[in-house]
């Protein structure tokens, strides 16, 4: 969402707390920028600004390359709504994207079975996919595959063990048992899934689910003992780990504090 204003605009200045407050909304979701049509002349006639102040939605996975100036463009949408939050909220999440994949008793087999990459799923009792949700299943794409299951699922939260939601499931692509995240989850949460992992767990503390951390603190402890070896098992645990969650323990772990999915 991109706002082209100028700073002798009166309506701009009047605009501005609305727009601030939107930002502040869809934090993490939608990302906010602002243009001062009086330093980037250029940029805002690009745009097509003929007043202000115009604010303009760029979608994600929309564009194409011009085959005769060879640039990327990106066509925008025109926000034509009232100038204060509430509506600007609405016209964002309602043009997000949304790549999640729907799971029920009918999807799950074939759901848990694509391991070309490492899946998410969210069980939930809400009836509309969250606007987080999408943000995130648009994000990670290409990266983890994103899926949503309903309470009514009965089959499927049986299998997975679901007692509270939201809950978050993820799996990794060698077929390895689904691990369970929620709020202030860590590696020792889900130390009992990876043989051998809870010593080297204890031992470097991680505070989240990135293998790089993991190792990181795992040589820190041992170049402190006068030695510069990383157990073979900090590796190995550290990178199954990233390829079972995508590499997104702390977006999955933020997402779910955050009370927004």
Known sequence: MVEYYADWCGHCQQFAPGY???????????????????????????????????????????????????????????YEGARSAKPLVAFATGALPNQVVAVNDATLAAFKSNNTL????????????????KALSVALSGRMLIGEARDTSAAAVAEFGVADFPTVFTLDTENGPPIVYGAGHSFQACRHAHVGWAHTCRAAGAPDLRCRAVISQVRGRAEARGTHHIPRVARQSAHRLRRRDGGQGQVWRQALESGRL
């Not at 115009?54 to 929309?62: E, S």
């Not at 490492?118 to 949700?133: D, G, I, M």
């Open 20 to 78: 601030e407050k939107a930002a502040n909304n869809l934090h993490g979701i939608v990302k906010f920028g602002a243009v001062n049509a009086d330093k980037a002349k250029a940029t805002t006639a690009a745009a097509g600004v003929r007043g202000f102040p115009t604010v303009k939605l760029y979608v994600p996975g929309t564009g194409s390359n011009n085959p005769y100036t060879k640039k990327w463009f990106k066509p925008p949408l025109d």
């Open 118 to 133: 490492p899946r998410a799923v969210l069980f939930t009792k809400k009836e509309e996919t969250s606007p987080l949700l």
